[in-house]
Structure formats: structure tokens, C-alpha cells
């Protein structure tokens, strides 16, 4: 899964390159990652919330969290097509996708290193603040 995960993440770079431009409509209406990569995160995700929810004694949590995770995938998936694929969505207008936005474009100008890549998370910056691994414009 992380083999297939990485090839798509590069392929994707690939295609949404300094050369090519960071927005690109020949790619169709979706640069979503493949939906089957989304079936192991979503049962790694209640593996893990069903030992946690065990200890804690609750099943409520372990919905919660399966929930949220699918919740969490659908809106980056918007997210990051409205990024790529801009078309005047309501999203596409706010502040917040603004940000999102420049933190992005940063993420594909990063010198093309993937051993060390920067602003990985399309959504929610806090787990790139938590590993290091968040840049801010200059």
C-alpha cells in the first residue's frame, strides 16, 4: 500500500510540476488519490481506535474515530482537486483556503525531494508543525 501510495504521490508531482504549472485541466475533474488506497487507512484506522476504544470501554469511540477519518479523507480529497483544479467554488474563496493554498504550492516547489518533503498535510497543518516538516512562505 505505502509502495502504491508513493507512486502516486510522485506521479502526481509529475504531473502538477514547475513545468507543467501547479493548476492543470488536462488531468480531468479529480487528482484524488486512488480510492482504493483508502480501504487500508480506513481499516488501520479502526484497528487502531478498537484497542484504544478496548481500554477505554467504548464503542462510541471507535465509531467516532472510524467516522472522522472518512469525514477527514472525503474533505481533503475536495480540497486538494479544488487546488489543483480550480472552479470557483465557494471554498476556493476563503481565507483559510488561501493559506491552504500557498502552503501547498510550497509543498510541490520543494526541489522535488521526497525523502524529506514539506507541508504534507493538505488539510490540517498541525501533524507537519508536530514532525518538523512544515514551511512557511518567505
Avoid at 46 to 69: K, N
Avoid at 73 to 93: A, C, D, L
Avoid at 96 to 113: G, L, Q, S, T, Y
Amino acid at each position: 500500500v505505502l509502495v502504491g501510495l508513493r507512486k502516486s504521490h510522485v506521479d502526481h508531482h509529475d504531473f502538477y510540476s514547475r513545468e507543467e504549472g501547479f493548476t492543470n485541466h488536462s488531468h480531468g475533474n479529480s487528482v484524488a488519490i486512488p480510492h482504493y488506497f483508502f480501504i487500508p487507512v480506513t481499516l488501520i484506522s479502526w484497528a487502531v481506535a478498537s484497542v484504544i476504544g478496548h481500554f477505554l470501554g467504548s464503542t462510541l469511540f471507535v465509531w467516532c474515530f472510524v467516522v472522522t477519518t472518512m469525514i477527514h479523507y472525503i474533505f481533503f480529497q475536495y480540497v486538494h482537486t479544488s487546488m489543483h483544479i480550480p472552479k470557483g467554488r465557494w471554498i476556493e474563496r476563503t481565507k483559510w483556503f488561501k493559506k491552504k493554498m500557498a502552503e501547498h504550492v510550497i509543498h510541490h516547489r520543494m526541489d522535488e525531494d521526497f525523502e524529506h518533503p514539506g507541508n504534507i498535510c493538505v488539510v490540517c497543518s498541525w501533524a507537519d508543525r508536530l514532525f518538523g516538516t512544515y514551511f512557511r512562505r518567505k
